[in-house]
């Protein structure tokens, strides 16, 4: 329901009207006896509460981007990419995926990557569809070396919530496919997409290949105060349709 972040925005006013009231200038109740553990907690829940579902789920991805930053070593394997912007296009080029996790009862999995673009205030559904590589039958160290060509602009791409998410899928054929592990990487790094990057596109044999750890969604994401707001927005659908979505997103050797 869109009413519900307007409505926290005003009790988010109310609160500081509230507490100013209180203190009245300094005649009141002083800032130790106000600014306590208790009233920043409740603000932050308001806070969290007056965002819009969609701006929830930006904050939401810019967590999981900054986390993927900070990961070194995974224990659902790798994924090798590389990615860069010229001529009003991205191209993404997916070479393997190393040390993914048995999925299947044969101890192996049939691996593919769906590739897409977020988030989609910047990247439109409607312009931007998920691709994927074909599957990779029976193996934990699949070879893919296929590339896709997203049509976009600098202005997309510069957006500080842009990024490039990788899903990893074994592919069943009688249930539905799980979930292997997803990688995420940051569009304004990309070459091409900053202005000093240029020269490196005219030489692109220079350019490595990134090898992303993979993740899936843990007890710390589920936990997070983000998650737990969409997650009480019972009666909106984007937001519901978005948890289940994410608490999918975990790998279970078979
Ligand atoms: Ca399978």
Redesign the pocket.
Same mark, same amino acid.
Do not use: T, V
């Given at each position: 329901d869109e009413r519900i972040p307007h409505f926290y925005s005003r009790l988010f006013d109310s609160l500081t009207i509230l507490r100013d009231f209180l203190h009245a200038d300094g005649e009141g109740l002083s800032d130790a006896e106000l600014k306590t553990e208790r009233f920043f907690a409740t603000q932050r829940i308001l806070e969290m509460q007056k965002t819009s579902t969609d701006e929830l789920i930006e904050m939401y991805w810019a967590g999981r981007v900054k986390a993927q930053d900070e990961m070194t070593t995974s224990s659902l394997g790798t994924l090798s990419v590389r990615a860069y912007f010229n001529h009003n296009s991205l191209t993404v080029e997916i070479f393997q995926a190393r040390n993914l996790i048995p999925?299947?009862p044969n101890g192996f999995? +049939?691996p593919f990557v769906q590739v897409e673009l977020i988030p989609r205030r910047v990247f439109p559904s409607a312009n931007y569809k998920m691709q994927q590589t074909q599957v990779q039958k029976k193996t934990l160290h699949p070879d893919f070396n296929e590339v896709f060509e997203f049509p976009t602009n600098l202005h997309q791409c510069r957006d500080a919530c842009s990024a490039i998410l990788f899903t990893v899928m +074994?592919? +069943?054929v009688i249930t539905a496919n +799980?979930f292997a592990g997803e990688a995420y990487m940051r569009l304004s790094n990309v070459p091409g997409v900053q202005k000093e990057s240029r020269d490196t596109i005219s030489n692109l044999r220079g350019l490595r290949a990134i090898d992303l750890p993979l993740m899936s969604f843990t007890d710390k994401e589920k936990e997070s105060i983000i998650f737990k707001t969409l997650e009480s927005r019972s009666l909106d659908k984007v937001a519901q349709e978005f948890v289940k979505k994410q608490k999918s997103r975990v790998a279970v050797p078979y």
């Open positions: 999925l299947d999995s +049939d +074994d592919h +069943d +799980d």
